[in-house]
């Protein structure tokens, strides 16, 4: 899977709009957060998934701490994107 594949699937990016609201979160807090402000009832196992498609791209770090593990966006796979078709400078 390559960072085109992974922000191809809407949850996925759901995900990663969450991440930027408040990092940190666990997977509990982020299942509870697609639930209420997106209407995704996706389960657990699905959203774990997803999560780990976003990790093996970069887009997304996991530290496990104690019994929990907090997940934080990283956008810098996102910069190749940017790298590869910059704005032109009128545009920006």
């Known amino acids: 899977m390559d960072v085109y594949q992974a922000l191809a ?3 996925r990016r759901l995900l990663l709009d969450e991440l930027s609201q408040r990092d940190e979160q666990t ?3 982020l299942c509870s957060r697609l639930a209420v402000h997106h209407a ?3 389960t657990r196992q699905a959203v774990s998934q997803h999560l780990a498609a976003l990790e093996s791209v970069g887009l997304v770090r996991s530290e496990r701490r104690g019994r929990h593990k907090f997940h934080s966006i990283d956008t810098t796979p ?3 994107i940017t790298d590869r078709w910059p704005l ?3 545009v920006r």
């Open 9 to 11: 699937d809407s949850t």
């Open 27 to 29: 997977l509990f807090e």
């Open 40 to 42: 995704v009832t996706s």
């Open 78 to 80: 996102l910069a190749a």
């Open 88 to 90: 032109p400078e009128d």
